[in-house]
């Protein structure tokens, strides 16, 4: 199998006769084994059957067990040449044998072999899926630049890696490859990466439900995490309400009422200090999209805000600034000055 690279239908005839004994007693329940007899209208078949796998995951396993254990350390170069006879690339078994080896790259006893393996094209060709599979505690500092290269990329994978990074909030959990990563990669890179990576990636799709979109999120937060949530402890869940900041504009329309905006209204009335404090500081994301978002929201607590309020002063400041525009921002902005006013209006 090996050599030839065929996995499937391998003769039986192939099978030398000192091993028939111990194949047979493999064969016996078909648990390892299975034996394909030749088509029955046949009256003198050519041959005497085939041998398959019962399950292909099985074999994938085996082989690449094998690649590991023996062709590898016995010739590396055997091992290249096997890479290089296995064709098409895309095929199913070969994708199995590459996820399984790159599985045994990771392991600890295996160092070595990830040392040499890792700069293999079939390492790169199942990386951005299956290191997601890997045991938290084997993750390197390598990996957080390779996932960061694939954000970097623009790519379809680039929000595929985006989604599986996001679902991974709790940073206790997952300290290494998690939506901290994300968030960190987005807020400090152009807007076109917020756009692409973000707003792009997690819009509400007919049809598919996969559990990272944002109205999943805006769900899983308003069910499993604000009954609970307490702002004063520290909590593993931070990058997620950063995350619904975020995703403010996500599936808004001109209204700029959008999911997020519905539950970030829940975490202003509730924990007003804490969702503030996530508001002002996600104004020095250079993000137009976003900007009208967080305006809208502080005018919910317009009100409510003291007259020496910082807020106030950088909302004239910002006013200003865009004084010959007549922007989304700038109207979000008369707004919430104007909810200010409404409220000295009130106390005379």
Not at 107 to 116: G, I, M, T, V
Not at 325 to 338: A, G, H, Q, V
Request: one cysteine or more; proline letters at 5%.
């Amino acid at each position: 199998m090996i050599q030839t690279g065929s996995f499937v239908d391998i003769p039986f005839s192939t099978v030398p006769a000192e091993k028939r004994d111990a194949l047979f007693v493999l064969l016996d329940e078909e648990i390892i084994l299975r034996r394909d007899i030749p088509d029955q209208n046949e009256v003198f078949p050519d041959s005497d059957g085939s041998l398959n796998f019962t399950f292909d995951e099985f074999r994938d396993f085996l082989i690449a067990q094998y690649l590991v254990r023996k062709s590898w350390k016995k010739n590396a170069s055997d091992f290249q040449a096997f890479v290089q006879l296995c064709q098409p690339k895309d095929s199913q078994i070969l994708e199995g044998i590459k996820r399984f080896l790159f599985y045994a790259s990771r392991k600890a006893n295996n160092h070595e072999f990830y040392q040499y393996y890792q700069h293999e094209p079939w390492y790169a060709d199942v990386y951005s899926v299956e290191v997601f599979n890997v045991d938290t505690s084997l993750l390197l500092d390598d990996d957080k630049t390779r996932v960061t290269d694939l954000l970097s990329a623009l790519e379809k994978e680039s929000q595929e890696v985006a989604r599986r990074l996001a679902v991974r909030w709790n940073s206790r959990v997952y300290p290494t490859l998690g939506l901290g990563l994300l968030i960190d990669f987005v807020t400090s890179s152009p807007p076109s990466f917020y756009s692409y990576l973000l707003l792009e990636t997690f819009i509400e799709k007919a049809h598919i439900n996969d559990g990272s979109s944002v109205k999943a999120f805006c769900h899983f937060i308003s069910d499993s995490i604000l009954p609970d949530f307490d702002p004063s402890a520290s909590s593993a869940s931070e990058y997620l309400f950063k995350f619904l900041v975020l995703l403010l504009p996500c599936g808004g329309g001109e209204d700029l009422n959008s999911d997020a905006g519905l539950v970030y209204r829940s975490i202003l009335e509730n924990h007003r200090e804490f969702g503030l404090a996530l508001l002002e500081g996600a104004l020095s994301y250079p993000f137009s999209e976003l900007q009208p978002y967080l305006w809208r929201l502080f005018s919910v607590v317009a009100p409510e805000l003291e007259s020496d309020c910082p807020l106030i002063e950088r909302a004239r400041e910002e006013e200003h600034r865009l004084r010959s525009e007549e922007s989304t921002t700038r109207r979000e902005i008369k707004r919430f000055l104007s909810r200010i006013g409404r409220k000295k209006v009130d106390q005379i």
